[in-house]
């Protein structure tokens, strides 16, 4: 069902000019010599790729990523003829023709997709371009090294590589030994593709360093707010605020329970706030232990469980008339960033932003207010501390 908007209980809005920020900066990072893509699978991280891809494209980007042929078929009106879309899945069985007739890109992962593309390419009668992944360690996609040595020229016709790639599992953590190993094994099982270019960094493989950058990158999360480096301060702009609204305020008594399984008792008499957001559009039930909203700086509990559709806060003592119906408790803001409601969550902020639900207004600002002057530089300084 789609709903419309304009009496939604909470308010998404997404900073287009601070997606655009963060790719200029991963660009920047990689150097003019290596091509830095997006990647856009998931609806843009659950932010909107019908959006995101256009605005990335507007900073220079050509390279979009995502991980379903039926992604890449319902961005490509979107963009320009010369950005290139490409499917990090691989070519689904019986997908070869639509793949080709819009001129997508696949990710070859297997012998098997590798034949069929072939055979597409043949069929059409002409060349079809295409990216060869290598399984470097993470053992999720990608050709294995036995695979590779049943690689012939044969079994390539038709098809123009355009890169060889593969995928860090630990990037987030800089000190990893599987980052070295990982690279190691790229380097050595992408060098029998001779000067074809390489493609390994996902975000955090960026903040890696230069080694790590090769021909092509691939960064996600970072372009939406989410800090790439994990133990160090985000060298990122935000670009995700979500507000919900309060739909009823109550007093309650010393001993009087909240909210489903009676799991909360308060110990005072007690101002509570119901908001009109809950799991159904993506906060974790686990949220209802840890969590906290903000009201103007000031965190107010979250009390009980979180329910489908809403949950209850702890209202404290902060001044009625101003936390009335309507008034808008920030979840994620200034005052809670996405990774730090992730970990509120007892997960990550990828999840967090692609669990968002479809029930919100959404709000996109483009050439938007510039965020504070000392953050900037706060994040300049994070940046310089990193660049390698
Ligand atoms: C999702 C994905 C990326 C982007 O990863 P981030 O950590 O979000 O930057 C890059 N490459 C591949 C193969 C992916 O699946």
Known sequence: MRL?????GATLT???????WNYRRLAEMVGPKVRCGGVVKADAYGLGARQVAPALYGAGCRDFYVAHLDEALDLRPHLPPDASIVVLNGLPRGGEDDCADAGIVPVLNSLAQLDDWSACAR??????GAIVQIDSGMSRLGL??????????ARLRGIDIR?????LA???VADHAANAYQRARFCALADRFGGIPKSLANSSGIFLGPDFHYDAARPGAALYGINPTSSRPNPMRP??????AIVQTREIEAGDHVGYGWDF????PSRLATLSIGYADGLHRALGRAGAVYFEGRALAIAGRVSMDSITVDLGDLPAERLGRGAEIELIGPHQSVDELASASGTIGYEILTSLGDRFRRIYRDAADRPQDSDLQKRDDAMKALMP
């Open 170 to 172: 630990c990037a987030d």
């Open 4 to 8: 419309g908007h304009r009496h939604a």
């Open 123 to 128: 069929k059409a009668g002409r060349v079809l």
């Open 14 to 20: 997404i900073d287009l000019a601070a997606i655009r």
């Open 144 to 153: 294995s090294p036995r695979e590779l040595d049943e690689l012939s020229h």
């Open 163 to 167: 890169l060889v790639m593969s995928h």
């Open 239 to 244: 670009v995700v605020r979500l507000a919900a």
């Open 265 to 268: 008792r308060v110990e005072r």
